[in-house]
Nanobody
Framework: QVQLVESGGGVVQAGGSLRLSCAAS????????MGWFRQAPGKGREFVAR????????YYADSVKGRFTISRDNAKNTVYLQMNSLKPEDTAVYYC???????????????WGQGTQVTVSS
């Protein structure tokens, strides 16, 4: 079992920044990739970014490339999502998740956090 807990969401004006955190515990050694997804009201869960736990490059959705940065702190078992130049369309519940491969589909991720709300006002 793996437990994931997100934090750092909130309300920010357009153009502002937020940093989300995802703390992992449990059998994290069996995980290979950490990902961030988001879900806006009435929409499906959308891939945002992923990063391998140990080495390798991050990968981003086109909609956030150049504005969001995913990073990890292996000593703390924590993954971050730095979000800059936020837009109203970034408003969503943000989830972290983990999987064993380089996937972008939500169904390929098997452990999920509870989500944290990000609201960007115009």
């Amino acid at each position: 079992q793996v437990q994931l807990v997100e934090s750092g969401g909130g309300v920010v004006q357009a153009g502002g920044s937020l940093r989300l955190s995802c703390a992992a515990s449990g059998r994290t050694s069996s995980r290979y990739v950490m990902g961030w997804f988001r879900q806006a009201p009435g929409k499906g869960r959308e891939f945002v970014a992923r990063i391998p736990w140990s080495g390798g490059s991050a990968y981003y959705a086109d909609s956030v490339k150049g504005r969001f940065t995913i990073s990890r702190d292996n000593a703390k078992n924590t993954v971050y999502l730095q979000m800059n130049s936020l837009k109203p369309e970034d408003t969503a519940v943000y989830y972290c998740a983990t999987t064993t491969g380089q996937y972008v589909l939500a169904r390929s991720y098997d452990y999920w956090g509870q989500g944290t709300q990000v609201t960007v006002s115009s």
